[in-house]
């Protein structure tokens, strides 16, 4: 039990639709990652927040898109799906450096 | 940018065997170096990370990893493996400071019995 809960497991959606996951964070948690990991892949950073505040990006279009908020809880939004946006979303929580996170055990996004 | 090579993409191992997955990152810059596991449908697990110290690192489940600087590796062992341990293994490294993790592309380890 990491702490971390991550929703919905699992969703499919439709190429051009718009998807948020979300993520509950352990209390006192301040910073929150998000990566994408594709089959047969390894996770692949997307975005990182620390107090509300995006401080971090990886090579991700716009499109993807992140909030942080007070109550330790985050959002990933994707708009404009693609087929290849189909992937396991994993969330990654820590109270401040990120070798001490811990992950969620994700969200299965398929885009048909 | 750093990178992280997991030398084997699958490993095969029977029940009660040693095993050791591979892994070497690009940076000679100082480092952190961490292992997970990932069970079917399921999250990370830290198995074990190397921050600094001791260069032998042992970790949950018996596991156990050696940071090498001079070979930029940071190799996983197991002196005896269970049918438990069948799973996906993944690399990573910090570069530094509060930089994101960088995955290897994973190591799948069946046990057979």
């Known amino acids: 039990e990491t702490g971390v809960t991550q929703s919905p497991t699992h969703l499919i959606k439709t190429r051009g639709q718009q998807v948020t996951l979300r993520c509950s964070s352990q209390?006192?948690?301040?910073?929150v990652s998000w990566y994408q990991q594709a089959l047969g892949q390894g996770p692949q950073f997307i975005f990182q927040y620390y107090r509300e505040e995006e401080n971090g990006r990886g090579n991700f279009p716009p499109r993807f898109s992140g909030l942080q908020f007070p109550n330790y809880s985050s959002e990933l939004n994707v708009n404009a799906l693609e087929l290849d946006d189909s992937a396991l979303y994993l969330c990654a929580s820590s109270p401040n450096w990120v070798a001490e996170a811990f992950f969620g055990q994700g969200t299965r996004l398929t885009v048909v | 940018a750093q990178s992280v090579t997991q030398l084997d993409s699958q490993v095969p191992v029977f029940e009660e065997a040693p095993v050791e997955l591979r892994c070497n990152y690009s940076s000679s810059v100082s480092v952190y170096l961490f292992w997970y596991v990932q069970y079917p449908n399921q999250g990370l697990q830290l198995l074990l990370k190397?921050?600094?110290?001791?260069?032998l690192v042992k970790g949950i489940n018996g596991f156990e990893a050696e940071f090498n600087k001079s070979q930029t590796s940071f190799h996983l062992r197991k002196p005896s493996v269970h049918i438990s341990d069948t799973a996906e293994y993944f690399c990573a490294v910090i570069s530094s400071g509060n930089t994101p993790l960088v995955f290897g592309k994973g190591t799948r380890l069946s046990v057979i019995a």
């Open positions: 209390s006192g948690h301040n910073t």
């Open positions: 190397y921050l600094s110290g001791s260069t």
